[in-house]
């Protein structure tokens, strides 16, 4: 079963074809400096119009997450964890974290990550993150 | 906006609950609709006022009222606290004088329940990676707050059990059977650390309420319930922008808001309702509501304070983790705080004058309180 993907719109076409060239775009506001997620084309935090695309370092750490034990049809049939890390431009985003088993042992509460990019069809590559390797 | 300018004359669930695979939607707000008139010893011609999470349209004229004011705001499960809010706006500015606020959903049957289509941002930020249903995402903000706290998934556990006693008291709850912090434990895993008695029950049910000036309410059979004070606060879509994982904004702007129309302190409540959809909600809701400083939670509940014969009677009717909850549970804490300030509730705790009625949107995404009592 094909994973359930997402369908881009005009403004946030910029951020999944920043996934696809392998790079994590984020917007920052030139007015007020404050960096957001998800894309939107003006600032969350004071209005403004003039903000920017810019590639986020893909640093992260893990900051909260359930192991959904009931998994959806398309993404397999082994709990999963669905996570919120906190990058390390400020802003929040839902993901999945990949290559480590899915138990609360090896996944602690603000641990460091690393974005990786996974292929899911022609349009859509999803940013997951991994545990950086000491 | 005055407190106790408006009151409740009209209260009722749908005649049947829990599983109920034939009736509809529709049916069970029309069923909830018919009682809450009953109650209130009014007919359909009488509501002039409307309010609803559906479609207003459908369901008036499906019920069989013409109404001159509607409000069809859809914040999620707390939508009934900002509808009587906007009823007590409606009514004190003149729109209308009978509000009739109904809800039905077949949350476990699926009887007529209009498909849902992912689209917008949670599609698109949220959903590829594995959002299967509430208790996969509105959970996440748990850890954090637990390792704040330094809460354990016992505090989680106890919470479920203080609530099952409540719940036993209720012949309409779906579990009413004693359960232990062990038991919790032990259950089945739904999206660690929240095992499934951790998580609400599913069912199909309905609830109406009914509303008119306080002047006109003294005309009917029940005694008044006043609205005392209401709050709202609609804040982020999505779960994980919320700003802070260990506090929901929502819960401290509408309660505050609620408080201050009503004129009290938090020693002036006798009752308590917090939408508990899972079982982190009510450590939020002690919290951000100022009924405990942050941290203080969990020692509230193990202490039994929330619990039967505690100073701070909490889900009366078991909660949504064990009375009802169709998907949208706002309606059924209403529902019990009504109950409880009527002095008519199965677990009916002694002397209450003052009920507070927290709902939560969304994945906290929204946010209503309302504040009843028998005081005109």
Redesign the interface.
Known sequence: MP???????PE?LHYWEGCRAGELRLQRCRDCAKAYF?PRPFCPGCGSRAVEVFAASGQASL??????????PD?GSE??A???VELAEGP?????IVGCPQT?EALQ?DMPLQVVFRKESEA?T?PLFEPVRA | MKRNSVAIVGAAESTRMGKVPDMSVLGLHADAALNALADAGLKPSDIDGYATVGSATELAGYIGIKPRWSDNTSVGGCSFMLHVRHAQAAIEAGACSTVLITHGESGRSGVGVAPWTPSGLQAQFETPYGVVGAFSNFTIPALRYMKARGMTEEDLAQVVVVQREWAAMNPRAMHREPITVDEVLNSELIAWPFTKPMCCVRSDAGGALILVSAERARDFPNKPVYVMGTGESSLNPMISTMEDFTSFEGFRNASREAFAQAGIRHADVDHLMVYDAFAHLPFYGLEDLGFVKPGEAKDFIRERRTAPGGELPMNTNGGGLSYQHSGMYGMFALQESVRQVRGVAPAQVPGVKVSVCQGVGGMFAAAGTVILTNQA
């Open positions: 994973r359930q993907l997402p369908k881009p719109t946030t998800p900051h909260s997450y359930v192991i959904n034990y009931r998994p959806r993404m709990p999963y669905i996570a919120v929040r985003m839902m993901t999945n609360p509460l859509i999803l």
